[in-house]
């Protein structure tokens, strides 16, 4: 509620002033930049596992740009579980990298919004 003849904020309930909201607005923008970095790498390995899958064209520049994002993402992940087949251990490695960077990235947004 605003205060027609000042135009500060005050509270509804008590009537007091309240205090500025900045920290908690800067606070939201660097949660939901985290939520949008984290939705992107999990975007770029899912569809990398897509691609791998599906056997999309390897000469291809959108695959090719795909793979190398997938693969700087996915760094430690390559490896962890070693199948037979080369489309599953794609799926299988480079989906925990996706499952982490979802969990880690919602955790952490999530403890920026409560820490506001």
């Given at each position: 509620?605003?205060?027609s003849?000042?135009?500060?904020?005050r509270?509804p309930?008590?009537?007091?002033?309240?205090?500025?909201r900045a920290?908690?607005?800067?606070?939201g923008?660097?949660?939901?930049a985290?939520?949008v970095v984290?939705?992107?790498?999990?975007?770029i390995?899912a569809?990398?596992?897509?691609f791998?899958?599906?056997?999309?064209?390897?000469?291809?520049e959108?695959?090719?740009?795909?793979?190398?994002?997938?693969?700087?993402?996915?760094w430690r992940?390559?490896?962890?579980?070693r199948?037979?087949?080369?489309?599953?251990a794609?799926?299988?490695?480079?989906?925990l990298a996706?499952l982490?960077?979802?969990?880690?990235g919602?955790?952490?947004?999530?403890l920026?919004?409560?820490?506001?």
């Amino acid at each position: 509620m605003t205060d027609s003849t000042t135009g500060t904020d005050r509270d509804p309930r008590t009537g007091r002033r309240r205090a500025p909201r900045a920290p908690g607005r800067a606070a939201g923008a660097v949660a939901t930049a985290v939520s949008v970095v984290t939705t992107i790498a999990v975007a770029i390995l899912a569809i990398h596992i897509l691609f791998v899958v599906f056997e999309a064209n390897t000469g291809n520049e959108i695959v090719r740009w795909f793979a190398d994002g997938a693969g700087w993402l996915a760094w430690r992940f390559e490896d962890v579980f070693r199948p037979d087949d080369p489309k599953i251990a794609v799926a299988v490695n480079y989906g925990l990298a996706a499952l982490v960077y979802l969990v880690v990235g919602r955790l952490i947004a999530a403890l920026v919004r409560r820490l506001a």
